[in-house]
């Protein structure tokens, strides 16, 4: 196993793939076991049609601003060598596989496989159900600072993905807190972290008689050697 996903996230002219709306936008983030490389893919793409108006509120890219970008054609063999054959994470993945797939059945290409598809908006209902699962709840909820998402953008999207995938597995070290400056809070109202409390453990006397009496039992015993006030010398090899 490489350890290697391929984060994604898509913009389009409206909202139904069956109804001819085509792909504006694309970006693809390379993460290694779950962590973003630096490696990325953007890329703005004419489509050919015009932008819903709806679609246009939601993500701010007109029609104008893609005249003379690249065609998804253009752009389909360095996509889908980026993606090659790795899981593929994207929030409500069907909505951008589907639209994906509708591209590539443009082109006669193959369809990529759903199979490969995690979706991080069914993770977080699993996770956390009855809650709000967009990508904005997510970020509140887990302290992540999106104040410049002010309109869709695949890229930035990605990036923010990128730390709410990484928290819905666990965090960066599930289970692991190394103290109180290992992840400072991350935006506006994030909980500050948690600090542990040390809990040294005291053994009784009873309890050191015990283990006195069996390391007795022992001949040439480490403790006796390294303790030998504790312990005695009656152990220790002549």
């Not at 932008?51 to 939601?58: L, Q």
Request: charged share 25%.
């Amino acid at each position: 196993m490489s350890g290697r996903e391929v984060l994604l996230d898509t913009e389009t002219t409206g909202l139904e793939a069956g109804l001819g709306h085509r792909i504006i936008e694309i970006c693809c983030l390379e993460l290694k076991n779950h962590v973003p490389t630096g490696r990325v893919l953007h890329r703005l793409v004419d489509p050919g049609r015009d932008i819903d108006p709806e679609a246009e509120r939601v993500h701010g890219i007109t029609r104008a601003s893609l005249l003379g970008k690249p065609t998804f054609g253009e752009i389909a063999d360095e996509l889908l060598a980026f993606l090659g054959e790795d899981p593929i994470v994207a929030h409500n993945a069907p909505f951008d596989l589907g639209f994906l797939n509708a591209e590539l059945a443009r082109l006669d290409l193959p369809p990529i496989d759903p199979g490969r598809a995690i979706d991080t908006a069914a993770l977080a209902r699993r996770r956390h159900p009855g809650l709000p699962a967009s990508l904005d709840a997510l970020c509140r909820r887990f302290g992540i600072d999106n104040s410049m998402r002010t309109a869709h953008n695949a890229l930035l999207d990605c990036q923010l993905l990128a730390e709410v995938y990484l928290e819905l597995l666990g965090g960066r070290q599930p289970g692991l807190v190394l103290g109180p400056a290992a992840r400072p809070p991350r935006g506006a109202g994030a909980a500050p972290p948690r600090t542990r409390t040390p809990r040294p453990i005291v053994a009784s006397e009873a309890e050191l008689a015990a283990h006195r009496a069996f390391m007795a039992g022992i001949k040439g015993a480490l403790w006796a050697r390294l303790e030998p006030e504790t312990y005695g010398n009656e152990t220790m090899p002549g």
